[in-house]
């Protein structure tokens, strides 16, 4: 069934508003409602459909400016559910107000289930899961009237603004719940767009990740530019993927001969259905196959991707050799189970099968691990996503400490196939509901990263552990030759410490770099001793920055020591490693993503439909 796009009501302010145009009067929905107010783009108001599409007008024909966005319908029609339409607008075609830094020429703005709109939170989850940019977010809050009116524009780059409940709504309220302001005198051309020469509005530098996301063939040179400029060590900017970046490029160029992994990686991704942000993470991944894991999370997450995905694409780097070589059947599976934290397992094969090619016993055990692993029900974009949920709805309002303590807890009897349902997990994790147990918080980062500023400030720390005062109560904390020593003292320190933390739920820090599973090891052991919940803290700063901050530190390391650490720093994997949960540090000392909580869901177009019906339908 077609549904034609409501007419938005102007608010009473908007000066584009014309005489026949709708007005909102009674416009805000519930009192004290929250609001999101985008940008309002000009183009074409488009619907898009699981099997088509057309412009405001159901019977819209055939137009130049329409075939990019039949297109883009052809390729994420199939992750849009019967009975559902998205909404957006249509920017090929230059209208009024030209642009030349479009992520897409596409944006949606809604999401409806029939006569019912999706939240503004599950629209943004639901389309960027499909490859489709929102329009930027100039405003969200309470409805306040005075705030909106506020709002200035430049409206010589700018059409206008469109406010709406965050929460969602149905058809017959819409003119209650969304409205917009619009410029005046916002149609400045002689002749209509539609019988005017159609003149392509500009892409910005991330559309190439963009249509990655959303099904396009990926162009090799076109990612790595999109991927942003990297500091230059005399100052300026240089490309992030080069043959002459020492990050990524250690043994020679990163681009040589890849192409043809991006496109196998991409089909296989075709294949599986991944879309959205697993897509791209699968073939940045390919992209950077060949380059250090262990740098490539800072890198990107400076860049214009952000700590999520970009720590996602440092972990299939990393991870995806070992799908290549044998295994012992009778721990496949915990091991997989281990590794569907780290990563999608379907994006994960896909790229250790693209990259084993031309060797037939690496490709061999790749095809053998996903056999296992889709027989394990593995392979999906969140397998463990049901697990999750049931023991998350069945602990209710326990703390969040307790209940994450309870999910590794459950995840590790899953890998074993010790439980297979919600019900199962809630009795294996019966003796960590109380939360009688203590907190270590270990932080991993080389020197300058921000470590110490960022655990200082955490709130409840009953006691905290750093080797280099240690080494400066023993006269330097430069000084290196008594480390095995400090080592020991530190350790004695964190034991006593986890005991006495144990009966109250109190957390104890442990400070030091920690770059490498066997350093962490030794203080997860004792954390393992205590029956510690381990949290790890994992600073990821680009190279560059490192060697700023170091250089203005009141106790610098030697350049060729942070040189040493950067080339052994292997930030832990998700599941793998001695952590419970680890918490990802960016730059600017804040936590910009985390894993392992059991809130912590990695959510494709596939999940986050399944989420928006099962919470809205």
Known sequence: MRTHYPRTPHLPWSPGAAADDVRATRFGGPAGCEVVVTEKLDGENTTLYADGLHARSLDSGHHPSRAWVKGLQSRIGAGIPAGWRVCGE?????????????????????????????????????????GV???????????????????????????????????????????????????????????????????????GPQAPLWAVRSGSEPDAAQLAAALGPRPAPGGGAEPVVSGADPVFAEDGPVLAGVEPVVAEVAGRLDASGRTGEARLA???????????????????????????????VADLVGLHPYLQQPFPDEGRRAGLARMALAADLGVLHALAGATAAGDPQALECVEWSALYAQEAGLLG???????????????????????????????????????????????ATWRWRDGRFPRLVQLCGPSGSGKSTYAR????????????????????????????????????????????AAD??????????????????LAGAV???????????????????????????????????????????????????????????GAGGTVEDTAGSIGTATRTASTAAAAAVGEDG
């Not at 003119?175 to 509005?201: E, S």
């Open 282 to 312: 699968g073939v940045l991944a390919a992209l950077l196959h060949r380059a250090p894991r262990a740098r490539i999370g800072a890198r990107l997450a400076a860049g214009p991707l952000g700590m999520p995905i970009a720590r996602r």
């Open 381 to 427: 974009p969140d397998p463990l996503g049901p697990l999750r949920t049931g023991l998350r709805d069945a602990l209710g309002d326990l703390g969040a400490e307790a209940a994450d303590r309870c999910w590794a807890q459950a995840r590790e009897a899953f890998g074993r196939g010790g439980v297979s349902t919600a019900g199962e997990a809630v009795a």
């Open 133 to 203: 940019p929102t329009p930027r977010v100039l405003w969200r809050g309470a409805f306040d009237e005075r705030a909106l009116r506020g709002l200035r524009l430049d409206t010589t780059r700018q059409e206008g603004y469109v406010v709406r409940t965050v929460a969602s709504f149905t058809r017959a309220d819409f003119g209650r719940y969304v409205a917009k302001w619009v410029r005046g005198g916002h149609v400045q051309t002689d002749t209509h767009w539609m019988y005017a020469q159609v003149v392509p509005n500009g892409l």
């Open 504 to 521: 109250t739920g109190g957390t104890v820090v442990w400070d030091a770099t920690s770059l490498t599973e066997q350093q962490r090891g």
């Open 527 to 585: 954390a393992r001793r205590r029956d510690a919940l381990v949290t790890q803290a994992v600073v990821l700063v680009e190279e560059t920055e490192l060697v700023r901050r170091n250089a203005v530190r009141p106790h610098p390391v030697p350049a060729e020591v942070l040189a040493t650490q950067l080339h052994r720093f292997s930030p832990p994997y998700p599941g793998l490693g001695a952590a419970h949960r680890i918490r990802y540090i």
């Open 457 to 500: 400030s955490l709130p409840g720390v009953a006691a905290y552990i750093a080797l280099d005062d240690l080494r400066a109560a023993r006269g330097s904390r430069a000084d290196q030759r008594a480390n095995a020593d400090v080592l020991r003292e530190g350790l004695d320190r964190l034991d006593a410490a986890l005991a006495a």
């Open 90 to 130: 249509n920017l090929y075609a230059r209208h009024s107000l030209p642009y030349e830094d479009l992520d897409s020429w596409f944006y949606g703005f809604s999401v409806w289930d029939g006569e019912h709109c999706l939240d503004w939170d599950r629209t943004v989850s639901f389309l960027h899961g499909l």
